[in-house]
């Protein structure tokens, strides 16, 4: 039987986490349910009902890790976090090596947003790649805050790297939004000449209201920084059925030195329906649909 301890620990200004260790070596791959197990037994109870496991990754392939890696998100089964609050508990993301399993059940303040952004609900968690060839792994992950009448929630993008040296994943890209449904986004690039950045628009707050445009990009082991920052063409709710980043992307490639007025305009990964031709109109691409 394994010697099992749990520890709750609150460390830095953005994560909580919670800490279970298996002292017993994992030899070989562990199956999911003994993995499900500890992570389980890492979120505390309440009033006797478990915390429920909702979705699961192996990381160890894709990342060719030295230890067995496992990404699992499962519900805590308190609901007292915000109370009032009717919908299911918030979710505890959970890095676990082997048996080790380290959860992140509340976003605290950061530096740019000063509230806390508790995860409800479970948008992406996939692993991209930052090469061109598939390889420089990376570990997607976006989670939404408690939804308002309107739908509308924050949203937090996290990319993870993995340090082979340190056997360890950490965060090297965070982006939090004020709301979703005002068209903010951070978009990881997965093709293109930009592949491997990521493109961050919000609204502005003062007429005429448009958004801005950040490009992050990581060179080496680093974290993400800011390349470009600019205040876009893409009026708010001008009509435009494309998405901001898809709008700005002839400008965007411009600034960035990699697109110039007579090339061909940039294609949408996905285009709407029934879009037909792309144009170019004020520095903002637009889909025809005349020319259906």
């Not at 394994?2 to 520890?7: C, K, M, N, R, S």
């Not at 230890?67 to 959970?94: I, N």
């Not at 205040?231 to 709710?237: A, D, I, K």
Request: aromatic residues 8%; contains cysteine.
């Amino acid at each position: 039987m394994l010697d099992e301890v749990a520890l709750r620990v609150c460390a830095g200004f953005a994560t909580c986490l919670v800490w279970h260790v298996a002292s017993a070596a994992v030899a070989k791959p562990l199956p999911s349910a003994e993995i499900d197990r500890v992570v389980v037994a890492a979120i505390p109870a309440w009033q006797g009902k478990p915390a429920e496991v909702l979705d699961r990754l192996d990381l160890s392939e894709p990342f060719a890790t030295v230890s067995q890696w496992t990404l699992v998100v499962a519900r805590d089964p308190d609901p007292s976090a915000m109370p009032g609050f009717t919908d299911p508990g918030a979710l505890a993301v959970c890095l676990v090596k082997t048996l080790a399993v380290e959860c992140s059940e509340k976003y605290g303040p950061t530096k740019t947003y000063p509230w806390t952004n508790t995860a409800y609900a479970l948008r992406t968690a996939k692993v991209v790649h930052a090469g061109a060839r598939e390889n420089a792994p990376l570990l997607l992950l976006q989670t939404c805050s408690t939804s308002g009448m309107n739908g509308n929630c924050d949203i937090r993008t996290v990319l993870y790297a993995y340090s082979r040296a340190a056997d360890r994943f950490h965060p090297v890209f965070v982006n939090d939004t004020r709301g979703s449904n005002n068209n903010q986004d951070a978009r990881f690039v997965e093709h293109g000449p930009l592949r491997g950045d990521v493109i961050v628009n919000y609204p502005t707050d003062h007429a005429p209201y448009a958004y801005w445009i950040e490009v992050y990009a990581r060179r080496g082991v680093g974290d993400y920084t800011r390349i470009l920052r600019y205040r876009g063409h893409t009026g708010y709710g001008d009509g435009n059925v494309l998405a901001v980043a898809d709008s700005e992307m002839p400008e965007i490639l411009r600034r960035l030195g990699k697109w110039q007025l007579g090339d061909a305009l940039p294609v949408p990964p996905q285009s709407p329906k029934g879009c037909g031709r792309l144009i170019l109109r004020r520095g903002v691409e637009w889909c025809d649909f005349a020319s259906r």
